[in-house]
């Protein structure tokens, strides 16, 4: 995943969570999910909890074993870089650190 491919957020819109899916074997990052909501609406932890969840359903349908982590959204832009997780460390890095 490169950061740079990461979609601006438009303007008024509230990032509720992002969270990086990945192959818990090599660390590969198969897809980036962020919830945003529109301005003025409140989502509480459980209805941010409960749209994930039913997104990462999802995700599992498609590409099978997958695992998560949660990230900022800052995490993802303006490296240009590609992304992976170490597995190990449970963190989102440059992909050329886990060489």
Do not use: C, N
């Amino acid at each position: 995943m490169s950061a740079s491919d990461e979609p601006a957020i438009p303007d008024g819109l509230k990032i509720e969570q992002v969270r990086v899916y990945y192959d818990p074997g090599s660390g590969d990052v198969m897809h980036v999910h962020q919830l945003v909501s529109a301005p003025g609406e409140e989502l509480d932890s459980k209805r941010v909890e409960d749209e994930m969840k039913v997104f990462e359903e999802a995700v599992r349908q498609r590409h099978g074993d997958v695992d998560y982590l949660v990230v900022e959204a800052a995490d993802l832009q303006g490296s240009g870089e590609s992304m992976k997780v170490d597995v190990e460390q449970r963190r989102l890095v440059r992909a050329e650190t886990t060489k």
